[in-house]
């Protein structure tokens, strides 16, 4: 088991940044592939950013790329989300998740990800 809080969300005008943070505890941290997702109203669950266990590959959907930066520190059993240059399009409720699946056997579908945090809110105002 591991236990996931994420925090940093909050309302920013567009154009402006925010980290998201995750922090785990329980089984060992570095074990997890990590990913952010994130759930505007009336829309399904959505595929962000994931990183590798060592940090050394990521993945973005298109939408965010050139945009957003996934980042992790193992030591801290923590895993950030940098968000720059936000549009209107960015506000969701965000959700970091672990799977214990490594970077080759593992991809954007929520089903691969067995933990989830309780999320944060980012509200981009326009």
């Known amino acids: 088991q591991v236990q996931l809080v994420e925090s940093g969300g909050g309302l920013v005008q567009a154009g402006g940044s925010l980290r998201l943070s995750c922090a785990a505890s329980?089984?060992?941290?570095?074990?997890?592939?990590m990913g952010w997702f994130r759930q505007a109203p009336g829309k399904e669950r959505e595929f962000v950013a994931r990183i590798s266990r060592t940090g050394s590959s990521t993945y973005y959907t298109d939408s965010v790329k050139g945009r957003t930066t996934i980042s992790r520190d193992n030591a801290k059993n923590t895993v950030f989300l940098q968000m720059n240059s936000l549009i209107a399009e960015d506000t969701a409720v965000y959700y970091c998740a672990a799977s214990p699946r490594p970077w080759s056997a593992s991809g954007s579908s929520r089903r691969e990800y067995d933990y989830w945090g309780q999320g944060t809110q980012v509200t981009v105002s326009s």
């Open positions: 329980g089984r060992t941290f570095s074990s997890y592939t």
